[in-house]
């Protein structure tokens, strides 16, 4: 297979991962917000080493709204047009 080939389906292979890690960090959104997560989530993570709170609810809560912003700004056409 030719690199422009190659160059295609990985353009096109990112692209499916990056549309579908979006999509799950929107399900993830709204999930801290109904479970109320800002105020329950720490008291229940059992693990030895995790990011602050106020870090994951960076990530989950404006993060992922900018990036939502840009993919109802028209780049959400781009994308799926090489999906």
């Known amino acids: 297979m030719s690199r422009a ?3 295609v389906d990985e353009v096109q292979s990112e692209t ?3 549309w579908d890690s979006l999509n799950r960090l929107t399900q993830l959104q709204r999930e801290w917000t109904f479970g ?3 105020n329950t ?3 229940d993570i059992t ?3 995790y990011p ?3 870090d994951l ?3 989950v809560n404006t993060t992922v709204t900018a990036l939502n912003g840009l993919i109802a700004a028209g780049h959400g056409t781009n ?3 090489v999906l």
Request: net charge neutral; no cysteine; proline share 4%.
């Open 57 to 59: 609810s960076d990530v």
């Open 16 to 18: 499916r991962k990056m």
């Open 52 to 54: 602050p709170i106020g």
């Open 5 to 7: 080939n190659n160059f």
């Open 41 to 43: 989530l720490e008291a």
């Open 79 to 81: 994308i799926t047009k």
């Open 47 to 49: 693990l030895t080493e």
């Open 36 to 38: 109320n997560y800002t």
